[in-house]
């Protein structure tokens, strides 16, 4: 084998030239089969393989409106490092971008791949089929191949990988990228470089903006030896000069559209735009502990709270986080603290204790499969109950769900707001998928959005009561003075007006009513979300979290197939915006879409809570537990079995039955290979 195809491959191929694959799907025409324009060695000619082919390729580059490029090998490899300078690219050359990425839960590594959706217009999902796969290792191409989609590109290395060739369904292109990145970079280089090597190929192939990529790259080195900068940018280059014309009979290159007026566009995942989020709502203290996939809202928060006066403390475990961080709200500095779904249970006495005193409070749980340590890197929704019920006796609290990258940015100045407010617990839920996924939005305008904290220690009137029956609780910071010299106390104990405590029947009751009462006050100001796609008809998917954008593409897919459809997301799961009865009426079914489990009674967990509140039997779900984010077609063949073929052939989960119980041949359940996404 030499560094393009063997031999008798080629000989194939030029012979039935004419059997060339096109493939139109979004804009993207994938490459022809590799038949037409290689490059034949004289060798090959006087061996007897065939002669006459074009001296060259065309290369000008063909316009496309988006593409899916999928990156598959080890973690090691620095497969998510290539693919998040492809999507900070996107963003700084004003296209729209959506990535996804699986990462192994052990520290030694393993398969991965990095997934980068981009191009011209919106662009909602992270896409169900690969365009163009990178196949580093043999168990990449076999995990990934079936994921590419017919017509499609396999760029594999072929120091390592064996394709089948006899499979006509792909355009096969072998680059030795191992060996030409230790011969850019020197022998010591082994393995490492080839992410940038095929960063700078994949750049060439394209037509994207080499000198915005080396930008990019010398940004992420700064401050490490420069030699480390420049060894990078030598595998970039190595790459980018490689001669594809050898092997591609095309270049590709992403339809511009000019953006006339608005603000410039940002690349960031979900973790940084909460961050970042927190801080332009006055957020400047919090406390927690270091879990995945929380920790890099942790380690954001600790880095930039000190620019702002304020700090950000590791605890020594999760409940002494969570009391810190009550400790700073009861300062009269509204704080935060987060987890995953282990630690937030850790958690879950003291946030019991900040419903009862009243205590505003931030709490961050980027969800992943549980239960109990469960699948640490990868996704799920099943903490929805925990964050609703997850306490002992009637603990009121609200909890708001982020739909993409840019919402939570704006999801966490909500709760902020809320939290200040009404004086409650307030939840973000985020999951894995939204943690790690890079997506490109209009820059936030701050001049706006920024709020300057500052605790109010104006003197107080004779009288003050901080739970006040007839108003919502608004405590004082430590040290106002109140005129009549008569403070009042905070605790966990059920307590009177004035703090102190009472085993009073009567105020307890009432009490309880003050904390559920001020939630429904909050439900009556929260706007009724807009439904995407038909506004009555046969079917409406509801979503809540990470969901929004494959539900979106759904019912888009849906409405061109003649479905009558549409869909409808939740940002504030709890409480639920009035009104919402009087969607569900236009639809003959309701569906929600989740990624959780059908539970004992046949429901997803938002299902449940829709169908308790509305006592509606319409209400029915489409669930999944397989650590993976929903593919559009999946989605579709759930809600029509029989209709929708998946990218896979089958459908893990289909709509339940009115009796609740779900069609579904549990033997056919699917196995996951790790970093298969």
Known sequence: MDGLVPWRARTFLWQNRQHCLTLLTRGFRTLPENTSTPVLPESDAANGAPTG??????LRPENINDAVIRLAGNSQDGIQTAGAFLARLAGRSDHDVMTYMTIPSTISGGPSIFQVRMGTGEVLSAGDEADFLVAFYQHSYQDHIDFLKEGGVLLYDSDNVEPNLDDKRFVYVGVPIT????????????????????????SKIFNLDADKLKKLIAEKFAGKDESIVNTALMAFQAGYAYPVGKVLTHHYQFEKIERTGGRAQITMDGNQAIAYGLIAAGVRYGAGYPITPWSSIMEILR??????????????DELGAVSLALGFSYSGYLAVTGSAGPGISLKAEAIGWASMAEIPLIICNIQR???STGLPTNVEQSDLHQAIFGSHGDSPRVVLAASTVEDCFYIAIEAARIARKYSTPVFILSDTSLATRIEAFDEPDLSKLMIDPKPDLTPREGGFKPYDLERITQHIPPGTRILDGKYPLIGGLEHDEMGHPTGSPKLHMAMTAKRRNKLRKLAEEIPVPEVYGDQEGDTLLVGWGS?????????KMGREHGEKIGALHLRHVHPLPNGLEKIFAKFNRIVTVEMNDQGLYGFGQLATILRARYCEPKIQSVTKTDGLTFRVKEILQGVFPGEFVSA????????????????VDLARAESITQGVG
């Open 648 to 663: 896979r052939g089958y459908s893990p989960n289909r709509p339940v039955s009115g009796n609740g119980e779900q069609d």
């Open 303 to 316: 880095r930039e709270f000190p620019k702002y006066g304020g700090i950000f403390v590791q605890a020594e």
């Open 179 to 202: 060996g030409l990145t230790v011969e850019a970079l020197g022998g010591t280089a082994k393995d490492k470089g080839k992410n940038i090597f095929v960063l700078g190929l994949v």
């Open 547 to 555: 969901t929004y954008g494959p539900i979106h593409d759904a019912v």
């Open 369 to 371: 499969g549980g239960p």
């Open 53 to 58: 082919a074009p001296a060259r390729a065309d």
